[in-house]
Structure formats: C-alpha cells, structure tokens
C-alpha cells in the first residue's frame, strides 16, 4: 500500500451550489478516495480557503510549493487536487520548481463536481490513485480523462468536453503501458528555483493594430518579466515603438520571451520578420506555451536568472527546436 500525501487546494471537483454559483467545499475530503482506501493511505492537507482556481497567485504557488517540499519525502508520492482553470499553470510551475525525488506529483481536478450527476471527478481521481498505486511515474504528471499528461508543455482547451487538457509538445501516455518515468526531468540543480510572491509577470497577445498598446505594456514598469504571444513562428511587427519598447525592457535585465499564439506552434527565427524584435533582446521560445512561460519567468524573474540561463532551461526542457 502506498502513503501519499494529498493537497486539496480548492476548484470544481470539490464544489457545491452556492447563493451565487458553485464555491468550494471541503467535504470532499470525506469521501473522494474512499473507493481506493485498500491500495493507498491518504493524508489530506486541506487549504484554508479553499480556492477557485482562476483566483491563483503567486503566493498561492509559493506556499504549495514550500508544503510539497516539506511534506513530500515522508511519503511515496503527492496528489494535488486543483481546479481546471489553472491547473497547467500550477502544474507547469511544480514542474519547473519541485524536485520530488523520483517520486510522482499527480494533479487533477474535473468538469464537473464530484457529486454532480455523470461527473468526470470519480474517473479522474481514480486515474490519480492508480498512477500513485502503481509507483511508474515520476516527476509531475497532470491526470484527466483517461490520460496522463507531463506537466511541462500541458494545456486546458476545452470547458466543454471531459477531454479538458492536452499537451501538443510531448502528448499523452497510455495509463496502462509500460515504464512512462523517462519524460520527468529533475529539475537542474545549478538554478535557484524559490519563488517571490511579490514578481509580476505580464503577458503581451499581438492583434493586427496593437503595437502601440503593447509597447505601453512593457514601457510601464508594472512587471519583471514578460511574454510576447507573436503570431506563427513567432513573428512581429516591425514597429518601432514595440521594438523600443523590447529593448528598453530587456536592458534593464528583465526577463522577455517570445512564443506563438498558436496552440501548436513554435518560436523560432524561420522568418526575418521576426528578427527585429529578437535583436531588440527577446528570447524566441521554440514551443513552450503560455502555461510554461509563466512558470518559467516567475522563477527567472524571482532568482535573477539570466538570458543564458533561461535558455540552457528551455533547451533541457526540450522545448528549443533542435534544427
């Protein structure tokens, strides 16, 4: 029988009608694994409050992230039971930050309530237990639907279907196939990895016409780390106040990252359209989403890690082209 150690930090799977719509609840602890009781030994930490997951902060990360790192080697494994809405953004940062020691870090949620008619919550958490049971993963590994997902490169894209999450980088692996361990990098030890919940990262999403507002986004001061969402291949416009703006930021040593807004798509210097706004100092990302360059910017902007160090980061995360 395996121990684990399980984080209840709050979202849909837990959740009950309230005067104003669903709200967390923290019965769930009762219950939600009591159909997995003969192959696993749960200790539950429950947050206070419990959370809707689109309220998330980097404080919130930085206290999980700290309990995890406290609470983990006195167990064979963690769950963290989180909702949908940022569940790949906490993901990616454990991912990025944690170093479980060979052990897995399985988070989930659901759709729908545990305790809702045809609830996706009873599949999901019994994906969990079973991954946890088995002892075959390791490292972080997002669970829904009937699949696993590494946590690196992992997305929500659907509010419709059970099918909530996908990775277009790594994909999915077959809950019932062999060894899967091999994709969970331990994070480097050369980097400092705490986060500072005070950091603000910005996101700036390029639309035909918004150069002006972007270059305000960054010229503002109000963030110590941002990523530019360029179309295609990462490619921008030419614009000199965006590309003033971009060497302005990156001069004064913060972070800039330049990915594509295309959900399957990668940053990289296949056009010279893109090249100004390289020059200017933005680093292009190969194919690491929006969920990764938050996690990975919140860490470089909260140790100081510099433009090398971001990309040795993103090259063993295997996300920069290799051509």
Known sequence: ?????????????????????????????????????????????????????????????????????????????????????????????????????????????????????????????????????????????????GSLFPAVGSSKCSTER????????????????????????????SLKREIDPAKRIAAVLLLPGSEEAAAHMLNSGESDGAVILGYGHGNAPAHPALLAAAQQYCAGGRPLLLISQTPDGCAAPVYAQSAPLLAAGALAAGYCNAETAAALLLLAASNGWQHDDIRTELQRLQLLPTA
């Open 162 to 189: 059970d099918a909530g999450f996908t990775n277009h980088r790594f994909g999915a692996f077959n809950p019932q196939g062999a060894d899967f361990s091999g994709c969970f990098l331990a994070p480097a030890s």
């Open 1 to 145: 029988m395996k121990n684990i150690f399980v984080l209840y930090t709050g979202g849909t799977i837990g959740m009950r009608p309230g005067e104003h719509g669903l709200e967390p609840d923290p019965a769930l602890a009762q219950h939600a694994l009591a159909a997995h009781a003969g192959s696993l030994k749960a200790d539950w930490h429950i947050c206070e409050p419990l959370i809707d997951s689109s309220a998330v902060s980097p404080q919130h990360w930085h206290d999980w992230l700290q309990l995890l790192r406290e609470r983990l080697p006195h167990y064979d494994g963690a769950l963290v039971l989180h909702g949908t809405d940022t569940l790949a953004y906490t993901a990616n940062l454990l991912a990025l930050a944690l170093d479980t020691g060979g052990k897995a870090v399985v988070l989930t949620g659901s759709q729908r309530p545990f305790g809702a008619d045809n609830s996706d919550a009873p599949a999901n958490l019994a994906l969990a237990a079973q991954t946890l049971a088995a002892g075959k993963a390791k490292g972080v590994v997002l669970a829904f639907a």
